[in-house]
């Protein structure tokens, strides 16, 4: 079954999750196409792990829900997480180039060795500063050089670089705004949509998504829950054993 035909049964469900790519995600419909929709987020100290998002809201009316209800989970494995229209999504090219572009990022603590082995310069990109590599590359040369960094890296246990190929596409696009801002959220427009993408500021998991409704049932606000008190000791419990190693 195709995505778009997923997300429409789950529309038609007043809005649920399922499983795309492996990864759930929640659809809902009801939102208005007409404008834009506020988007707003609220923080927490969370004591040593320190301050992290507790929520993030989709406010569409300005009226308070009298009702909620869990629509499902959503999951994530590259510690972000996008709001996207149905048909955005259909147009959305993750990986390959808009432009035939692509850059090449790399840091660590073998930074400045393979900085100076390769001649790369820091990166002057917002959001950058102290990164090494190489911007708007012919996709191919790009690929070539963070393969050649990757096989420097390997060659000598020692060596301690992280290395992210970037080809031009929606989500390097985003992911610069992502970067750049105070908030670590970025939008972009994607097949005449607007798509918002942000870090969950707790990395990878599940996340809970409630669906609020006023008292004649219509949609008032979607909120995403990030932190909890099983989630702040799951990775109180994780930095604990990292000190203790």
Do not use: N
Not at 76 to 101: C, F, K, N, Q, T
Not at 167 to 188: D, K, L
Not at 212 to 217: I, P, R
Request: charged share 25%.
């Amino acid at each position: 079954m195709a995505h778009r035909e997923r997300v429409e049964h789950a529309v038609r469900a007043g809005g649920s999750e399922f499983i795309m790519s492996g990864v759930p995600v929640v659809a809902i419909g009801g939102l208005p196409t007409d404008r834009g929709i506020a988007v707003t987020a609220s923080s927490r100290d969370y004591g040593r792990i320190g301050v992290r998002w507790e929520s993030v809201t989709l406010r569409v009316r300005s009226t308070p829900p009298a009702s909620t209800r869990l629509l499902g989970h959503v999951g994530v494995d590259a510690g972000r997480l996008s709001l996207i229209d149905a048909d955005g999504l259909a147009s959305w090219r993750h990986e390959e180039p808009l432009d035939g572009l692509a850059d090449v990022a790399f840091w660590g603590r073998s930074e400045q060795e393979a900085a100076a082995g390769f001649g790369a310069p820091l990166l002057t990109h917002p959001g950058e500063e102290g990164v090494y590599g190489w911007a708007d590359l012919p996709v191919r040369e790009a690929a070539d050089r963070a393969i050649a960094l990757q096989e420097w890296k390997q060659a000598d246990p020692e060596r301690m670089i992280a290395v992210d190929f970037r080809p031009h596409s929606h989500h390097w696009q985003i992911m610069a705004q992502v970067r750049a801002s105070e908030h670590e959220a970025g939008t972009i427009e994607v097949g005449g949509t607007r798509t918002m993408c942000f870090l969950t500021s707790w990395g990878d998991g599940f996340f809970p998504v409630v669906a609020g409704h006023d008292a004649d049932g219509h949609l008032v606000q979607v909120r995403i829950l990030l932190g909890d008190s099983e989630r702040q000791a799951r990775l109180e419990e994780m930095y604990d054993r990292f000190s203790l190693d």
